[in-house]
């Protein structure tokens, strides 16, 4: 997916992309919907393996009824088409050291470097601090 000159990217974490699949979430899903949505059209969103990964388990396991896994392997493939950052060696080092010097959980501080590794200048997620700048990437709770 070619993101248009000058775009700002927003890299989205799992909760996100969860709370839009997710037909129980009456609350949240709306706003992640419509997240989703402006960012498939202005081609500016990108994730990471690692929020693949989590998506996948946890609509084929936590929903109530669990997503069918060949609707999840669907979604997944669609989302394919954003840029996705590949967790790699480097990744997680770097990681590390973010978590270490912020006191932030690992996979956290991951989600963060893989924003950074992007060119994210934003990250959507209710699991960090708003407002917050980590990595050169501002924090935003689409859900606030």
Known sequence: M???RGARLTFVDTNVLVYAH????????PAAHALLDALWRTRSG????QVLQEFYVLVTRKFDPPMKAKTARDV????AAWPV???DVALILAASELEERHGLSFWDALIV???HRAGASRLVTEDLQPGRRLAGVVIE???A
């Open 85 to 87: 950052v590949q967790v």
């Open 141 to 143: 709770n689409p859900f």
């Open 76 to 79: 997944v493939a669609a989302y």
């Open 22 to 29: 997710d037909l129980s979430e009456t609350r949240r899903r």
């Open 2 to 4: 070619t993101t248009p």
């Open 113 to 115: 470097q893989a924003a």
């Open 46 to 49: 990108v994730l990471s393996t």
